[in-house]
Structure formats: C-alpha cells, structure tokens
C-alpha cells in the first residue's frame, strides 16, 4: 500500500452546507411562528364566542327572574349572575357594546334595558371574515 500524496482530509462543513441548513431551520421556525399565531387566534375567538354566550345568557337570565332587563353589565355582577365581567380577547378590555331595546322577553316584565352585547372590536375573523362586533 503506497502513500496517497497531496490528499488532504479536513474533518468539518464547508460553508454552503452551514447555509443550507440554516435556511431549512429559518424556514422550519417561520411555518412554526405562522400556526402557532392562528391557534393563538382561534383561542381568542373560542374564548369571545364563550365570553359572549355568558353574557347573553346571564342578560336572559336576570331579566326573567327580576322581570326588568338589566341597564349595565355591573347589574348583573351585583345580582350575581356574573362574578366579574369577562375581559373582550379582542381588545383586552371591559368594553363590551350594549344593545339596548324595548323587547320584553315575559308579560311580567316591567322594564327594558340590555338586550344584547358585542365586541367593540372592528377587527375581521381570518376564519370566517365576518368581524368581531358582529357576534
């Protein structure tokens, strides 16, 4: 067996091999970064859709039992209905929209007042292009 001359053996990656992964890495991270933004958005969304049927449920609710629909949302934390209001996901704040109408929902009942309640966010769902303050 003869000596093999002018073979250098280097042990390593030469540089376009280095740039080739880290564009496969950088590339992996950006699909990572964009799903993990959307399941951020649908959590926001499932948690108004919840946040909203609370709402319009204790507005229900308080209105057949006292016979006079609510004025505010702080009536039906005082009543007990709701222990706090629910922050809007949307816009991370106690802001709701009240929706106020003369609609009785019983014979019984005396007054109007909150009927409905929205978001305040003018925001559009990427999932079912219908905005927010439309729920």
């Known amino acids: 067996m003869g000596k093999r001359r002018g073979v250098?053996?280097?042990a390593g990656f030469t540089?376009?091999?280095?740039m080739i992964v880290?564009?496969?890495i950088l590339i992996l991270i950006g699909m990572?970064?964009?799903?993990?933004?959307r399941s951020v958005q649908k959590a926001n969304e499932a948690v108004?859709?919840?946040?909203l049927q609370t709402l319009r449920t204790?507005?229900?609710n308080y209105t057949l039992d006292k016979q006079a629909a609510p004025q505010?949302?702080?009536?039906?934390?005082?009543?007990?209905?709701l222990r706090s209001i629910p922050t809007d996901p949307m816009t991370r704040a106690k802001d709701w929209v009240l929706q106020y109408d003369s609609v009785v929902l019983s014979p019984e009942q005396t007054s109007s007042g909150v009927v409905d309640v929205h978001s305040s966010s003018p925001r559009v769902s990427p999932f079912n292009q219908t905005p927010y303050n439309e729920w």
């Open 72 to 81: 505010s949302l702080e009536d039906l934390v005082q009543a007990g209905y």
């Open 8 to 10: 250098v053996c280097k």
């Open 48 to 51: 108004l859709q919840h946040n």
């Open 15 to 18: 540089l376009i091999e280095l």
């Open 58 to 60: 204790s507005i229900d």
């Open 22 to 24: 880290m564009t496969i």
């Open 32 to 37: 990572a970064a964009m799903r993990y933004d």
